[in-house]
């Protein structure tokens, strides 16, 4: 849904015109502020480099693990995490 110029100036604190003005010198390369320091990537999680691990799994069983894990308290890979964890140290 749409929403109106009114909503979004409210919401937003901007209105119309300045976001026109914004738009216009962003067009030629003009951005307000000073850029601030380039980061790539979140920040580290763990203290350390983190490598991607993955795999590929049908719907059903990722909303099931989503469901688990959001009972828990936890995101997707938090909880992947905890059981992988779980699993070396039995192992």
């Not at 990537?41 to 993955?54: D, I, Q, S, Y």
């Not at 049908?58 to 693990?65: D, F, G, K, L, Q």
């Amino acid at each position: 849904m749409a929403m109106t110029a009114k909503e979004i100036e409210r919401k937003y604190g901007i209105s119309t015109s300045k976001l026109e003005e914004v738009d216009e010198r962003a067009a030629v390369g003009e951005l307000p502020g000073e850029p601030g320091p380039v980061s790539a990537g979140r920040p580290l999680k763990f203290g350390t480099a983190l490598k991607m691990v993955g795999y590929k799994e049908v719907p059903e069983t990722v909303e099931a693990i989503d469901r688990r894990a959001g009972s828990l308290g936890m995101t997707r890979s938090d909880y992947l995490r905890s059981l992988v964890r779980q699993d070396l140290a039995r192992a």
